[in-house]
Structures are given as structure tokens and as C-alpha cells.
């Protein structure tokens, strides 16, 4: 696991995980559990109701003074990701098929349009000074302006918005050190601060926007108006959480990976209908999310393992996406590939903004591919030293 966060590490965590692959489809953890290591086990754990996600009830068994009582570990656990059913279900369905075709069609004129904008700002950097950081003008910025724009939340309270799930994020790390505690703590006591206020001031005036129309189906299920705003509450804020880094690592490392692979690149650029399909590899090649965990509900065998009820199974997602048994060629970045990975997760926890991110994602490589033709990365970038959530600091391009 320190090698993994090792910036070389990092920069390529592949070879790391066909080493950890060839010792097995599950492996034992050092601290305890097991890593998940093959594409058919990792798919078979998301889908199967033996394995659950650790949900509050499953927090409190493992007792006062471990990373799972902390604020922010808590917090996570009334989220979407952190229930099971009936309460899962119930919660999922009230949010109803959030990105359907008709929500996509409307975002894409948007989402087009933040694009542009972002766009035209990198292009006034790299006229200014030859070269611009690509995370920070575009990657950082086009998730939470698009999520904003479709909650309707201001534009100055961006900033706020990004370094508040930066800091949320370290609860979520696989085994987060104490300061990284400490700052998913100080995030998550400010997440309810933002977003309780977001739900108080918009039920003062509901309107036609997602929200208010959220507001509304929850006053049906919840007569108790306080529990139904600690629901919308954790529902809201965690779409929010689960949007903004996850999407950023996305369109930063897209850039990233085609640059890395020149002959994929002027493949795109002569044949741009193939930008969906170019963002679906980097999704499997590299995933903004490495791992999920899951705990077993009853004693069972998984991989030749007996593994305990209450014990907790990581599933590599990324590792599973290079899994030779189940993936030709894995370690080949192939814009022209088809078949599933395993980005978004799956079984009943899959991503719910699976369809926005890859719209945000396609947008904006048909536009970059258009209006920077001579674009390059001039440094390899660097990234935050985790294992389980990617986060790309830092990407310098440059016209040549
Ligand atoms: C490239 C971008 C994204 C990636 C790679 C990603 C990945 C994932 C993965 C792997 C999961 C499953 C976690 C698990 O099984 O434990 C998940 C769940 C989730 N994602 Fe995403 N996500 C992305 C973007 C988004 C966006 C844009 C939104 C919201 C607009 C979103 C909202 C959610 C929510 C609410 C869940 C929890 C679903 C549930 O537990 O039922 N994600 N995501």
C-alpha cells in the first residue's frame, strides 16, 4: 500500500496490481480483509446480496475509537453508498432515473456551454504565459459548475464546494492516517453546514429545479419535516461529494492518457465520433475510483477463503479492470475497445451519475480535440498520495 502511494506509485499503480493479481482472485489484507483481485469476483461481490455495504449498524459493532466512529466515517454511513435495503432501495427510488434522456438532452446545452467557457479561459492562459494548468482551469472546474448549475447553487460558492469534498474524501482512503481523519472531519462538519442551509433556504421558495422537486416527493414519504430534511440532506450532499472528484479525475487524466498514447490520439483526432468510446478506456484503464469495500453478511467462502460475517472484502476495481482473465490485452489503452469495466461499480450501489460524467467527459474532449490540435502535457502530472479515490493535482499543457 505504500508503494501504491508512492508518487511512481501513483504515476502507474498497474504493475503494482498484477503483482497483487498474480497472488490470487482474493488476496488476505495485511490490517485484515481481503483485496479482491479478479474481474469475475469483484463484479460477483457488487452484485451479490451476501455482501453488504458497512452501514451504520455494522459501524457500531466495531466499536468507540476506530476510523469507522469518526464524524466523517458516520456521516458516510446515512449516505446512499453507506445503506442497504429496504432503506437503500426506498432512498434510490425517491431520486427516481436522475439523468434520464430528457435531463441529458437538457444538460447538453449547458454543460456545452460551461465547456466553451472554460475552454476559452485555457486558451487565454496558454496565450499569456505558453503553457497552462489543466486540472485547475478545466478539470477542477467543469464538474462542480455543471453540478451546480443543475442544483442551482451559486457560483461563487464553488471554491467552498471543492476543497470540502477534497477534505471528505480522505474518509473514504483505505486506511486514512489521523490528520487525514482530522480533515474529512473538518469537511464533513461543513458539508452539513452548506447543505442543510441549501435545503432550509430552497424550501422557501421551491420551484420546477431538481431540488424543490425532491423537497416535494420527500414531504410525501417523511411527515416528519425534520427527517425528511436529514434524508434530503445526505442524498444532496452526497451527490454533490460523489460528482466533483471523481469527474475531475476523469477529464484530467482523459487528457493525460491520450497524450501518453500518441497513435490513439491522432486515431481520435481523425475520427472524433470516437470520443465516448476514448472516455469509456481511460474509465477502464484508469478509474477515479481504485476500490470500493463491502462486508460479508453471513460466514461465507469467497476465492477458497472462509471469511467471517461482519469481515470486509475491498474490491479493486481497477485492478479488476485489468484483469487478463476477463479483459484482452488489459494493460493496452484502446480508444476502439467495447465491453464493460467496472469505473462506475455495479449491482444496486452503480453510479447514479455515471450518464452525467461521461456526458461532461465526451463535451469536452470533442471540443478540445477541435480547438487545441497541437495540445501536449509537458509534465507528467502530480497526484494526491491515495489508494481508493484518484486525484490528479496537477496537469501542465502546453500548444507545440
Ligand atoms: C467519472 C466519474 C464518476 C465515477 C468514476 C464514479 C464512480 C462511482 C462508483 C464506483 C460508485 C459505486 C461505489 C460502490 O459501489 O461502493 C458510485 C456510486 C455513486 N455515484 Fe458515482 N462516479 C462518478 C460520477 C458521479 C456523478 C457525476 C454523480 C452524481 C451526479 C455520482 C453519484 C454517485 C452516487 C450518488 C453513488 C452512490 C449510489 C448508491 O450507493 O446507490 N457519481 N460512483
Known amino acids: 500500500m505504500s508503494r501504491l502511494r508512492s508518487s511512481r506509485g501513483q504515476s502507474n499503480p498497474r504493475p503494482i496490481y498484477a503483482e497483487l493479481r498474480a497472488m490470487g482472485d482474493v488476496v488476505p489484507a495485511p490490517w485484515g480483509g481481503y ?35 469518526a464524524p466523517a466515517a458516520q456521516m458516510l454511513s446515512h449516505t446512499l453508498q453507506g445503506l442497504n435495503p429496504p432503506v437503500h432501495t426506498q432512498q434510490r427510488r425517491s431520486l427516481g432515473n436522475v ?32 503553457e497552462a494548468d489543466f486540472s485547475a482551469i478545466v478539470g477542477e472546474e467543469l464538474p462542480v459548475a455543471t453540478m451546480a448549475h443543475w442544483l442551482g447553487l451559486p457560483a461563487a460558492d464553488h471554491d467552498l464546494l471543492r476543497s470540502l469534498t477534497h477534505g471528505q474524501a480522505y474518509a473514504q482512503e483505505l486506511l486514512p492516517s489521523a490528520s487525514q481523519l482530522a480533515q474529512a472531519n473538518a469537511a464533513a462538519a461543513g458539508l452539513r453546514d452548506y447543505f442543510t442551509a441549501v435545503i432550509r433556504e430552497r424550501r422557501k421558495a421551491l420551484g420546477i429545479d431538481v431540488l424543490s422537486q425532491w423537497i416535494r416527493i420527500w414531504d410525501e414519504i417523511e411527515p416528519d419535516r425534520d427527517r425528511a430534511d436529514e434524508t434530503l440532506y445526505h442524498l444532496v450532499m452526497f451527490i454533490v461529494i460523489a460528482s466533483l472528484e471523481t469527474t475531475s479525475t476523469l477529464l ?92 462506475f461499480g455495479g449491482g444496486i450501489h452503480y453510479c447514479i451519475g455515471a450518464a452525467l460524467a461521461r456526458l461532461e467527459a465526451t463535451v469536452l474532449l470533442e471540443s478540445l480535440i477541435r480547438r487545441f490540435p ?14 481508493a479515490f484518484r486525484r490528479l493535482t496537477a496537469l501542465h499543457v502546453a500548444e507545440r
Not at 294 to 323: K, P, Q, S, Y
Not at 374 to 387: F, G, I, K, M, S
Request: net charge negative; glycine share 6%; aromatic share 6%.
Open 374 to 387: 497541437t495540445l501536449r502535457v509537458t509534465a507528467p502530472p502530480t497526484w494526491e498520495p491515495r489508494v
Open 252 to 343: 484530467s487524466n482523459t487528457v493525460w492518457l491520450l497524450d501518453q498514447h500518441p497513435r490513439q490520439l491522432s486515431w481520435l483526432r481523425a475520427r472524433p465520433e470516437l470520443a465516448a468510446s476514448a472516455v469509456e478506456e481511460v474509465l477502464r484503464y484508469d478509474p477515479p475510483i481504485h476500490l470500493t469495500t463491502r462486508v460479508a453478511t453471513e460466514d461465507t467462502v469467497l476465492g477458497g477463503f472462509h471469511i467471517a460475517r461482519d469481515e470486509v472484502v475491498h474490491v479493486m476495481l481497477a485492478a479488476a479492470n485489468h484483469d487478463r482473465a476477463h479483459i484482452v490485452e488489459p494493460d493496452s489503452f484502446d480508444i476502439t475497445r467495447t465491453g464493460g469495466h467496472l469505473g
Open 99 to 130: 439523468f434520464d434522456r430528457g435531463t441529458l438532452d437538457d444538460l447538453r446545452g449547458p454543460v456545452t456551454r460551461l465547456t466553451d467557457g472554460l475552454l476559452d479561459r485555457l486558451a487565454g492562459q496558454l496565450r499569456a504565459s505558453g
Open 35 to 69: 483485496l479482491l483481485l479478479s474481474y469475475e469476483i469483484c463484479d460477483q461481490v457488487l452484485r451479490s446480496r451476501k455482501w453488504a455495504t458497512f452501514d451504520a449498524a455494522w459501524r457500531v459493532r466495531q466499536g468507540e475509537g476506530t476510523r469507522w466512529s
